[in-house]
Structure formats: structure tokens, C-alpha cells
């Protein structure tokens, strides 16, 4: 168990749809960061906030967007959903802003 | 653009046997790096890291060479058990503050069979 937690764990749905992810991470950590992995991709990285505020960004869609609360849990949210968004989504937690990840188990999302 | 190649996707290696996994990264300005192992149904957990200061890194099983020059690194375990049979992750990260991002190639599924 890494502490970080993600929900749903899956989640089927249609085109067009809007869904959002959620992330509590470790306790402690303020660094969250979003990875997409498609079939046959790497972990694709898309986001990353520190202490609330975006850090860095990756190849994150127009349709997909995330926020830190002021708790340290992160949403990621994407909209406009289509066919090749269906992946599995991390999320990951650090302490700092460098240094080793610790993933949550993932949230795998259909679009049908 | 992929900055951080595995280039076998996978291997497949006799329990007691050496494994060696490969990567390469085209970013010169990487200097710290990261291997993960991830089970299916898990998420991916950290395994081993080298500083761009280090060629070696040992830790039981498993060592991570680091080739600079080549921009070159590759895991080593031995002996290979089949508890290691996992994909495992090569990931790079540079220093950069504000562009600070880990990444990560595409993974070797590593079979070790008993």
C-alpha cells in the first residue's frame, strides 16, 4: 500500500461525457502528479501540482483539466470524452517537487 | 518525442539467471534516474535510482549501471526470481524547478520463469 488512494478504481461511460478522478495523497506529501498509460504507452506524464499550485505540465489535453485543494487531494477532469481517452490514469504523491513517487493503484477508465 | 526509450518490450528469463534491463534517454539534461517495477491491478513503486554523479548503484538484487557518455542505463538482478516477473519502468528527471517533470519510457514486461 503506497497511501495514495484513487477513486473510482473504474469507471465506464460514454463519448462525450465528462468524468472526474480523484487523488488523496500520502499524508505529508504535497507534490500530486497525473500519468496517463495508454495500451502499448508508457506512463504519459500530464500534470503536476505542488502545495496547490500547477508546477508543470505535460501533454495534457485541452479537454482535460486538474486542481490541488487547499487538503492536498488533486481531481483530474475530462470532458468532451472520446474513444482514445479510455486508459488507465496515476496519480502519484512526493514529498517535494523531486525525488521518488509513490503511485496509487489507478483509476481505469472505458469510454464506450 | 520520446525522451526515455525501452527498447524491448519484453524479456523472458530463467529463475537463478541474471536479468538486464535496458534504456536510453536523449536528454542531456537529465541527471537523476528511476526504476519501477509495477504489478497488474497495481500502481507502479519505485525500485532503485541513480544520480547522473554515480555510473553504480547497488541494492541486493539489484544494481543500476549508468552509462553518461552513452546516455545509457540498465538494471541489473541476480539472481532473477519469479516474484520479479513485473513491467518494469525506466523514468528520468532534470533539474529545473518549475519544468520538473519524471519521465518515463514505455516498459519491459519481465517474465522470469521457475
Redesign the interface.
Known amino acids: 500500500d503506497s497511501g495514495v488512494t484513487q477513486t473510482p478504481k473504474h469507471l465506464i461511460t460514454a463519448t462525450g461525457q465528462r468524468v472526474t478522478l480523484r487523488c488523496s495523497p500520502r499524508s505529508g506529501d504535497l507534490s500530486v502528479y497525473w500519468y496517463q498509460q495508454s495500451l502499448d504507452q508508457g506512463l504519459q506524464f500530464l500534470i503536476q501540482y505542488y502545495n496547490g499550485e500547477e508546477r508543470a505540465k505535460g501533454n495534457i489535453l485541452e479537454r482535460f483539466s486538474a486542481q490541488q485543494f487547499p487538503d492536498l487531494h488533486s481531481e483530474l477532469n475530462l470532458s468532451s470524452l472520446e474513444l482514445g481517452d479510455s486508459a488507465l490514469y496515476f496519480c502519484a504523491s512526493s514529498e517535494l517537487l523531486t525525488g521518488e513517487l509513490f503511485f496509487g493503484e489507478g483509476s481505469r477508465l472505458t469510454v464506450l | 518525442d520520446q525522451q526515455?526509450k525501452?527498447n524491448s518490450p519484453s524479456l523472458s528469463v530463467q529463475e537463478g539467471r541474471i536479468s538486464i534491463l535496458n534504456c536510453d534517454y536523449t536528454n542531456s539534461m537529465f541527471d537523476?534516474f528511476?526504476w519501477?517495477k509495477k504489478y497488474p491491478?497495481?500502481?507502479?513503486?519505485?525500485l532503485i535510482?541513480i544520480s547522473s554523479i554515480k555510473d553504480k548503484n547497488e541494492d541486493g538484487r539489484f544494481t543500476v549501471f549508468l552509462n553518461k557518455s552513452a546516455k545509457h542505463l540498465s538494471l541489473h538482478i541476480v539472481p532473477s526470481q519469479p516474484g520479479d516477473s513485473a513491467v518494469y519502468?525506466c523514468?528520468a528527471?532534470g533539474?529545473g524547478?518549475?519544468?520538473?517533470?519524471?519521465?518515463?519510457?514505455?516498459?519491459t514486461l519481465l517474465t522470469v520463469n521457475p
Do not use: H, W
Open positions: 526515455v525501452q537523476y528511476l519501477y491491478a497495481e500502481g507502479p513503486t519505485f535510482s519502468f523514468a528527471e533539474s524547478g518549475s519544468n520538473y517533470k519524471l519521465t518515463f519510457g514505455k516498459g
